[in-house]
């Protein structure tokens, strides 16, 4: 079974500090993995999605990296802001049954201003 | 564009009711999936669906029913409701994955349920 860790739980920066947000999981065999941002009381908004061929992915002023064979993936979130705090969750989809995403908990990011 | 809508928002049963949620989704998505949320645990998988008339059982499936009757509405059902079911619910959609083009899941906002 796919177990997927994020670490820390939560993180609290000031306002322009650049931060790295932790995913890690336990089988390799991903198809793909996708960064989603939750916000108090909302559902989950899609960030980034990097396929199994990939190396990184980018879309403003976050990024997003993929090491397969480490069982790692990194956010960067450059020049933070007090909008950017939220809870942020990974999800890695299996290539044996592409219907089964495997959830983190998540880390909470606090942005102070 | 509404993209994925799920009703009701909040609820409050008490153990031994029954209640169906409805996820409706409006962007032709083949799959959808019925996720719950629960502190420090993330999502997990409950029923999912390939296709209209279609389901198959997630991760934590046992307490709940669904169905697919029409290719944009999945339905989540419980039977008799319990305190181990309180949680949020999130319901997802999306294409059929190729290979090719790859790609993500679209969620609504969530149910809150609360059992006592």
């Known amino acids: 079974k796919q177990e997927v860790t994020q670490i820390p739980a939560a993180l609290s920066v000031p306002e322009g500090e650049n931060l790295v947000l932790n995913c890690s999981f336990t089988?390799?065999?991903?198809?793909?993995l996708q960064w989603f941002r939750q916000d108090p009381g909302k559902g989950l908004t899609s960030l980034l999605l990097?396929?199994?061929?990939?190396r990184e992915q980018t879309s403003g002023r976050l990024n997003a990296s993929l090491d397969k064979s480490s069982g790692r993936s990194t956010l960067y979130i450059a020049a933070s802001q007090p909008g950017d705090s939220a809870t942020y969750l990974c999800?890695?989809?299996?290539?044996?049954?592409?219907?089964?995403?495997?959830f983190g908990s998540g880390t909470k990011l606090n942005v102070k201003p | 564009n509404a993209g994925v809508t799920q009703t009701p928002k909040f609820r409050v049963l008490k153990t031994g009711q029954s209640m169906t949620l409805l996820c409706a989704q409006d962007?032709?998505?083949?799959?959808m999936y019925w996720y719950r949320q629960d502190p420090g645990m993330g999502l997990r998988l409950i029923h999912y669906?390939?296709?209209?008339?279609?389901?198959a059982k997630g991760e934590v499936p046992d307490g709940y029913n669904v169905s697919r009757l029409k290719k944009q509405n999945f339905l989540l059902g419980l039977e008799s409701a319990a305190p181990s079911q309180t949680s949020v619910y999130f319901c997802?959609?999306?294409?059929?994955?190729?290979?090719?083009?790859?790609?993500?899941?679209?969620f609504g906002s969530g149910t809150r349920l609360t059992v006592v």
């Open positions: 669906s390939v296709g209209e008339g279609t389901t």
């Open positions: 089988d390799s065999a991903i198809y793909n």
């Open positions: 999800a890695a989809r299996k290539q044996d049954n592409f219907n089964k995403f495997y």
């Open positions: 990097i396929q199994s061929s990939q």
């Open positions: 997802a959609s999306s294409r059929p994955h190729d290979r090719v083009a790859n790609y993500g899941y679209t």
């Open positions: 962007m032709n998505h083949e799959y």
